[in-house]
């Protein structure tokens, strides 16, 4: 049964289109890896699923459920995680204060308890903190839990931002270029993570990604986009030897 | 080494504590006062720091809520003769009202856009507080009296100082509350990227509204405060030179802290009246300072201590 | 017949507001600060006009020439010794600076002249109201607006055609190319604080002979700059300048038509409502970021 289905969507920003007619489907325990040349729509796709940008035609459903009409918090509510190109995080806040963010959607209480200090407050920070410490285990940075988040390394920047969209409890994951700007060693420790999701299940998850290895390595399916359209879709090999997928990244040069 | 540097510290904390809590009995009246306007101030500058300092929004026009605090807790208390444990928390909540509705045509200003809007609400504001002349009694201004409950009356500097140091040791507790919890976050990472913010299931306007009203209440309770103090209030002082000195009070003493609320408080008060004495030139001086403090401190006061403290 | 001297007298007073304007868009659009200080430095920089014109015999339009030569260089100097030590701060922090400096310059004009009121002359003192399709107009207004026309048209062409200005639309729009483009951007930032200098300074020597000349004289004014240019549009200088000429005019109309008292007041309420409806400005470009 299809986790997030794509059909149809266009989008046009006053002439040009930024995407025609694509469509993409993304199931539980897959992931879908989105290449192509720079321009191509991969960026304004997932802008479009996250909500922050609105189609001019298409239908995007998660579960049944009309995305395209919702705001972005709502989308992110539903379970739609969002790891952007570059690491959005609080730079003065700590690693914890970091994680504990994408636990907002899930606390029980308001303003008021807050300033008055009451003890749901307590209990379900408390809570909060255990599910956060749990996923540093799990991206695999155990104890950096105290430390100001400024001072975090690029990499580790990369895979908090994915942590971040687990706590969130994200049943479908956007990623955009996860390894982009990491070495090699970090690569892989962020392939490794994404490949344990991937078993775990639980997820369906949408790869944009110039690194051919990684597409390779974790992709199920791979779509490939070019000025907006699909060009091709199968699976990495299929589309990796397709002449007209090469050209496309050959003409952008 | 670590241990000595948390004596001193706690032995610091100890003896401003100390300084604090016993200021009326051995100081004079008028240092008593000045002690009382840095409290006020300094819970306007928690209240403004939720605004501007974690939730990003510039506000040019708070002397507009502190007013509306002063003039809703004389008021109150002069036609309606209610103790102060009921006017100030009213007029607090009436500023909170008052800062959600403000909120709404401010959600999708940004920078000078929305330093301009609240400069208009301030400047409405206090023209609203002159023209009502039945109301506030306009440009003659207002008498407050005492704040009183029951048999109560707090009619010295002494009273005053110690209702003003409770509500700010609740305030500054209550705002830490905030700081360390869902709100806290939530509008820092409004403040961080607002696109960011909505992906992680956070409704930028909600917090927005939130910033706003939180805000608004502590701002007015001080001003609440304020007009029992000083006992005269006068629509002439709600200006924007005093929202613009709201604003600088929290960059200079640490944006996005609450210590540094506190000290931005603590160096507007003092800082003037340390400068009195120089001969023909308090203005440049105070001037001078606020560029000095910039250069050599950029993230403020309470930045700088924790400069020196990290490098004992 | 009213009407149109409203109308005659707000686009005066608005020109006054777009030139405060432009100084500060030339410096926002440039290095990105808001420069709060722009007030005091053109009551500053007439109150040299001033000095002058008192103890040297010279005419009217020599000594507004050596003081707006010195508003042009005191921007210059604000640029080169408080911006540019605190470039990469936070922008507030900036704005906090330009305020201190804003005390500063108060209190060291308010020390050197001193704080009464100075009547500050006019080539147009003498000079006759002018008389046209029967409406009476102060020559001074139309002198203002004029002079508010030929500013902007300078800049503009200034900033399109010159070297100097497509230097400094090439540093604020994307500083790291400007560099490889052989551009020196502390160059570029010096003439956008010069020129803003300039523009405020003309602002002042204008407002004086209107508004007499004390140190208080350009506190209003420079938030009706802000105004005027956020009502219009901070990305362009014709935005500003529209924008100021509007705030003027409409300033006029409300305080004769609705209410002197809370002219000002409903003046803001008219800024924020168009704010609602276009958050960057009736000709502000809403710049999108990109995810």
Redesign the interface.
């Known amino acids: 049964m299809p986790c997030l289905e794509i059909r149809g969507l266009t989008v046009d920003f006053g002439g040009i289109h930024a995407l025609k007619e694509v469509s993409l489907s993304a199931r539980t325990g897959q992931i879908v890896g989105l290449i192509g040349p720079n321009g191509a729509g991969k960026s304004t796709l997932l802008n479009c699923i996250s909500g922050l940008t609105r189609p001019t035609e298409g239908e995007g459903r998660l579960d049944g459920t009309d995305l395209f009409s919702l705001s972005p918090h709502a989308i992110s509510r539903l379970g739609v995680g969002r790891v952007f190109q570059h690491p959005e995080i609080m730079a003065d806040m700590t690693v914890m204060d970091n994680l504990l963010i994408a636990r907002n959607r899930f606390l029980k209480y308001g303003v008021l308890a807050e300033l008055l200090g009451l003890p749901q407050v307590r209990r379900q920070e408390a809570e909060s903190r255990f599910a956060a410490e749990q996923v540093l285990m799990r991206i695999g940075l155990p104890d950096i839990g105290g430390i100001h988040a400024g001072s975090l390394p690029y990499g580790h920047r990369k895979l908090l931002e994915v942590g971040r969209s687990l706590l969130l409890g994200a049943t479908v994951l956007l990623l955009d270029e996860p390894v982009a700007g990491l070495n090699e060693h970090e690569i892989d420790r962020m392939a490794t993570l994404l490949a344990e999701l991937r078993t775990g299940g639980g997820l369906a998850v949408i790869l944009v990604e110039h690194n051919m290895g990684l597409v390779s390595r974790l992709c199920d399916e791979v779509v490939v986009l070019d000025i907006g359209k699909v060009i091709a879709r199968g699976t990495p090999t299929e589309v990796l030897n397709d002449p007209a997928v090469l050209l496309a990244y050959l003409g952008e040069g | 080494m670590a241990d000595a540097k948390k004596h001193t510290g706690r032995a610091v904390v100890v003896l401003v504590g100390l300084v604090v809590l016993t200021a009326p009995f051995w100081m004079s009246g008028y240092p008593v006062y000045v002690l009382s306007l840095v409290g006020i101030f300094g819970l306007v500058a928690i209240g403004l720091n939720f605004l501007t300092g974690y939730a990003g929004q510039?506000s040019l026009g708070h002397a507009g809520f502190f007013a509306i605090g002063a003039y809703t807790t004389a008021l109150l208390t002069k036609k309606a003769g209610l103790p102060f444990v009921l006017s100030l928390p009213l007029a607090g909540v009436f500023a909170t009202a008052v800062g959600a509705v403000a909120a709404l045509?401010a959600l999708?200003?940004?920078n000078?856009?929305l330093?301009?809007?609240t400069?208009?609400?301030g400047?409405?504001v206090?023209?609203?507080l002159?023209?009502w002349q039945s109301l506030t009694g306009g440009g003659a201004g207002l008498e407050v009296p005492a704040p009183r409950l029951g048999p109560i009356v707090l009619s010295t500097a002494g009273h005053m100082y110690y209702l003003i140091l409770a509500v700010v040791i609740l305030g500054t507790?209550?705002a830490l509350?905030?700081a360390?919890?869902?709100?806290?976050?939530?509008m820092?990472?409004v403040r961080?990227?607002e696109?960011?913010?909505?992906?992680?299931?956070?409704?930028?306007a909600k917090y927005k509204v939130?910033a706003f009203s939180?805000s608004g209440f502590y701002t007015a309770i001080a001003g609440g405060l304020y007009c029992y103090l000083v006992r005269y209030i006068n629509p002439e002082s709600f200006n924007?030179h005093m929202s613009?000195t709201f604003?600088?009070m929290i960059?200079?003493g640490g944006?996005?802290t609450i210590p540094g609320s506190l000290l931005g408080a603590v160096f507007y008060v003092l800082a003037p009246e340390l400068f009195r004495g120089i001969k023909?030139?308090?203005?440049?001086v105070?001037?001078?300072?606020?560029?000095v403090v910039?250069?050599l401190m950029?993230k403020g006061l309470w930045g700088f201590v924790g400069r020196l403290w990290r490098r004992a | 017949m009213f009407f149109f001297s409203l109308i005659i007298g707000g686009l005066a007073s608005g020109s006054l507001y777009a030139m405060v304007g432009i100084a500060i868009v030339l410096v926002l659009q440039a290095s990105d600060i808001p420069n709060f200080a722009q007030g005091e430095m053109a009551m500053f920089s007439t109150f040299v006009g001033y000095w002058i014109l008192q103890q040297y015999n010279v005419s009217w339009w020599s000594a507004v020439l050596l003081s707006l030569l010195f508003a042009a260089v005191l921007g210059v100097a604000v640029q080169q010794l408080v911006i540019r030590p605190l470039l990469g701060r936070p922008t507030m922090n900036l704005v906090i600076a330009t305020l201190g400096l804003n005390i500063v310059l108060h209190s060291l004009a308010g020390m050197i002249w001193g704080n009464e009121t100075h009547i500050f002359p006019s080539p147009l003192s003498d000079a006759l109201p002018l008389n046209v399709a029967g409406l009476t107009i102060p020559p001074m207004n139309v002198f203002i607006i004029l002079v508010g026309v030929a500013l902007i048209l300078c800049l503009t062409f200034i900033i399109r055609k010159t070297r100097a200005g497509i230097a400094l639309r090439a540093a604020s729009q994307n500083q790291a190319v400007a560099r490889l483009m052989g551009i020196s951007i502390n160059r570029a930032f010096a003439v956008a604080w010069g020129l803003g200098g300039l523009a405020g300074g003309i602002a002042g020597v204008l407002v004086a002979p209107v508004l007499f000349l004390d140190t208080n004289m350009m506190g209003l004014l420079l938030i009706k700059g802000f105004a005027g240019g956020v009502l219009g549009g901070l990305n362009s200088l014709g935005g500003v300048f529209a924008g100021g000429l509007f705030l003027g005019v409409i300033e006029n109309l409300m305080g004769a038509y609705i209410s002197g008292s809370f002219g000002e007041a409903l003046v803001f309420l008219l800024i924020i409502g168009v704010l609602i409806v276009a958050p960057e400005g009736v000709f502000g470009r809403v710049r999108t970021r990109k995810v």
């Open positions: 510039i045509p999708r200003l940004k000078l856009y330093a301009i809007a400069l208009g609400f400047v409405v206090q023209k609203l002159f023209e507790w209550a509350n905030i360390r919890t869902g709100s806290g976050r939530a820092v990472m961080e990227s696109v960011a913010a909505g992906c992680l299931g956070i409704s930028v939130i939180l924007i613009i604003l600088s960059v200079i944006l996005g023909d030139a308090p203005g440049l105070f001037g001078l300072s606020l560029v910039m250069v950029p």
